[in-house]
T-cell receptor, first 114, second 110 residues
Framework: DVKVTQSSRYLVKRTGEKVFLECVQD?????MFWYRQDPGLGLRLIYFSYDVKMKEKGDIPEGYSVSREKKERFSLILESASTNQTSMYLC?????????????FGAGSRLTVL | DAKTTQPPSMDCAEGRAANLPCNHSTISGNEYVYWYRQIHSQGPQYIIH???NNETNEMASLIITEDRKSSTLILPHATLRDTAVYYC???????????FGTGTRLQVFP
């Protein structure tokens, strides 16, 4: 079964800490995505990568960076975590450029910043 | 980018058809309509997509109006397990990004 695996289901960090959220997919997908989900706001796209070492900003990239050194792995980095980054973070992947752009999501990482 | 408008919530009796509407009046001719759903505490799950023609798969049917300005997702025999948030998304033709809105919360009751 195809899988998108997010390394941590729950994290608790302190304000100012550097936080890494890891995502790995085993489907040889070119595209990978990071979304955050907050009550009443739905899913918002943070960053998108369409190839190794390539990235594109989504709607809310401020306070985040990403790394895509290998095709299967896409990392979301919070350089200095703040309380307003407390959220559910969802990683997804898909094939590039196909008519049926079907995203496969991971289970999510719930981050709490104290 | 084409925006979508969905009602925030809907109810449906178990065993009945659930019809979830979506407006996308600014859609362009080569933009696809996608539907995903998210069951509580899980990542979103793909349901179906279409361009112009109506589509059906094992999960649902998608009806797109002739002018493409709106669509309806149909779950023919809703079950309690279909309780979820349903997202209607229009994908811009020149990108693989999917921009989610806030969706429709469907509550299926016994």
């Amino acid at each position: 079964d195809v899988k998108v695996t997010q390394s941590s289901r729950y994290l608790v960090k302190r304000t100012g800490e550097k936080v890494f959220l890891e995502c790995v997919q085993d489907m040889d997908h070119e595209n990978m995505f990071w979304y955050r989900q907050d009550p009443g706001l739905g899913l918002r796209l943070i960053y998108f990568s369409y190839d190794v070492k390539m990235k594109e900003k989504g709607d809310i990239p401020e306070g985040y960076s990403v790394s895509r050194e290998k095709k299967e792995r896409f990392s979301l980095i919070l350089e200095s975590a703040s309380t307003n980054q407390t959220s559910m973070y969802l990683c997804a992947s898909s094939y590039r450029g196909s008519g049926a752009n079907v995203l496969t999501f991971g289970a999510g990482s719930r981050l709490t910043v104290l | 980018d084409a925006k979508t408008t969905q009602p925030p919530s809907m109810d449906c009796a178990e065993g009945r058809a659930a019809n979830l509407p979506c407006n996308h009046s600014t859609i362009s001719g080569n933009e696809y309509v996608y539907w995903y759903r998210q069951i509580h505490s899980q990542g979103p799950q793909y349901i179906i997509h279409g361009l112009k023609n109506n589509e059906t798969n094992e999960m649902a049917s998608l009806i797109i109006t002739e002018d493409r300005k709106s669509s309806t997702l149909i779950l023919p025999h809703a079950t309690l397990r279909d309780t979820a948030v349903y997202y209607c998304i229009v994908r811009p033709y020149n990108t693989d990004k999917l921009i989610f809105g806030t969706g429709t919360r469907l509550q299926v009751f016994p």
